[in-house]
């Protein structure tokens, strides 16, 4: 079984992002021949700085292999890397219907948000099916916001077969519900856009400061806490420490006696030894970025044989061969 997924370079990436998409997608490495790649082409049609792209896809892929991505069972790259794909996506363009395209909601919510609307962010969905039917992948884990381009995806390799013969592997998603809602500093979900994140490789005193910096409520130390567990900081605790070290500080905070910031200085300790043995090897891997570059080279050569392939099939079946 094929597993595929891309990852938007969008920076440094946050405790959010960890739970939500990173542990779950390294997990996945286990199930199958897992292919990820990072999306610098998609990232054109959002991000217009050139060195700011450069650092985010180094950035992205440091994360990855810092957190336990194996390039040795899985195929890890970089989109742009493996230039077959914007072939394919203009073969898959002309039998596209304007209308699967106008109704993708992610389009019309960046357009809201202020986001240029030039052809390249319209036509975003028909790249990432070619991303996806390039390597016939069987399996896409996402995010829930990315479900319709899945739905996108399969739709245009149905209208492919059906129009040239059967050609492209039509893909399941795998939509990933937030196991975990990770809470950020103010409250809401962990998010870029609401300022609230943690990083996972943050500084060490700015993040102690963040940590310190949450608001709790305005109640005494000594008074009880029946709603402990709701707690913003015993939230996080429960996803860095371990279950009994997190119900002793639940238990403490409920019962009474546990001020709010003995409690965050706690989560800050349990969060700083949850990622240590990851950063320990981010600094490592970052000291020695020609075995980065060497990763996404060798992963490229791999994925660009299986793309070389598949756009071959398509071709011979389009009459362009
Ligand atoms: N659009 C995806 C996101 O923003 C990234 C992506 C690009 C992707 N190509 C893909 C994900 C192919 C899965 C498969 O998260």
Known sequence: MRILSGIQPSGTLHVGNYFGMM?????????????????????????????????????????????GLDPKRTVFFRQSDVPEVTELSWM?????PMGLLERCTSYKDKIAKGISPYHGLFAYPVLMAADILIYDSNLVPVGRDQKQHLEVTRDIAIKFNEQYGQTFVVPEAQIRDEVAVVPGTDGQKMSKSYG???????????????????????????????????NLAIQLLKLVATPEVAKDYTERLRAGGLGYGDLKKGLFEQYWNYFAAARAKRAELAANLDYVHQVLTEGAAKARAKAREVLDRAKKASGLD
């Open 23 to 67: 542990r779950p997608s390294i997990e996945l490495q286990d199930k199958g021949e897992a292919f990820y790649f990072i999306a610098n082409y998609h990232s054109m049609t959002s991000l217009f700085d050139p060195a700011q792209r450069r650092q985010n896809t180094l950035d992205v892929a440091l994360d990855f292999l810092a957190c």
């Open 92 to 96: 898959l363009s002309t039998i596209t």
């Open 196 to 230: 609230n994140t943690i990083d996972i490789f943050g500084e060490e005193k700015a993040t102690r400061k963040k940590v310190m910096g949450m608001v709790m409520d305005s109640r005494t130390p000594q008074e009880p806490k029946p709603d402990a567990d709701q």
